[in-house]
């Protein structure tokens, strides 16, 4: 049992206890970001001592079960905000009732923790938080036969890649719509081409695989070396992937790239091009701007 799990059962008993003044004060608040490039959510949490009605040094401990409790309660935000696919976020699948708050709990739990410390003034304590979007999207995951992915009557010659780079850094024609936009991050965004046939989607995934894809900027892609790839993109797509520009973004949320029919047609023409997408070989390159998405909540 991690330490983080061991106080909230104390942390909840102080928080009944310590209501009223919780409730006149906001005493705890949180700030941090869904950094999409690290496929994580770091959070800080502050506990303001005065305004929890606590006093060092009798109140460190208490603080510290309280910097639990309130922990769980503001992270919610950050994750129902989450977009899962272009339709729906986390808060729209609650809502639906495809998820729980007590699914979404449970994975908070998850949390990699750094022991709250004092802040430079001694008024208040602060922890830290690391949880992995990865385990997010493996919640998601809950097929046990992969779909299959698309193939073509009509094949063309074409090598095995390594991976799958597709560069939407740009902003792009919103496909079906007037207006343009940059592609966002999601849990499981959609691959389509020209004459929008489906490429790739989430049930396309090898169960196990997590996450789908992984977004990077755009300075990976001129990092240096024979394949010019910064290693962690490399890590991803090998030292030979197939690198393809979007033409166009769709989705009610633009999260969806749409490439060429030609450039579908070089994954979609062999068994080994067609496993990169089941096994989650791919990457989207993404202007710098949506890799990081800041919260912040009392």
Not at 44 to 66: C, K, N, T, V
Not at 274 to 296: N, Q, Y
Request: glycine fraction near 8%; charge should be negative.
């Amino acid at each position: 049992m991690t330490r983080l799990a061991r106080l909230i059962p104390a942390a909840c008993a102080l928080t009944v206890a310590l209501a009223s003044a919780a409730a006149a004060v906001p005493a705890a608040g949180i700030s941090g970001a869904v950094e999409w490039d690290r496929m994580a959510i770091t959070a800080e949490i502050s506990l303001d001592l005065a305004a929890s009605g606590l006093r060092l040094p009798a109140g460190r401990m208490q603080g510290e079960a309280m910097l639990a409790a309130e922990y769980l309660r503001l992270i919610r935000s950050a994750i129902l905000g989450i977009q899962v696919d272009s339709a729906s976020s986390v808060a729209d699948l609650i809502a639906r009732g495809e998820w729980s708050l007590t699914a979404l709990e449970r994975l908070a739990m998850q949390a990699r923790t750094v022991p709250p410390a004092m802040t430079p003034e001694l008024d208040g304590l602060r922890a830290r938080y690391t949880l992995d979007v990865g385990d997010l999207s493996a919640a998601f995951i809950r097929h046990v036969h992969p779909a299959d992915v698309p193939r073509t009557l009509l094949p063309v010659a074409t090598q095995a890649f390594t991976g799958v780079v597709i560069i939407a850094a740009d902003t792009l024609q919103i496909h079906g719509r007037e207006g343009s936009a940059l592609v966002r991050p999601a849990l499981f965004p959609r691959l389509w081409d020209d004459g929008m046939n489906l490429i790739f989607e989430r049930n396309m995934l090898e169960p196990g695989v997590a996450p789908m894809v992984r977004y990077f900027p755009r300075s990976s892609l001129f990092a240096g070396g024979p394949s010019g790839l910064s290693p962690e993109l490399a890590a991803v797509v090998g030292e030979r992937p197939l690198r393809i520009f979007a033409e166009g973004v769709f989705g009610e949320a633009p999260t969806d790239p749409v490439i060429s029919r030609d450039d579908a047609l070089l994954i979609i023409s062999s068994a080994e091009n067609r496993a990169l997408l089941s096994t989650g070989r791919v990457a989207v390159v993404v202007d710098d701007s949506v890799l990081r998405s800041p919260f912040a909540a009392r």
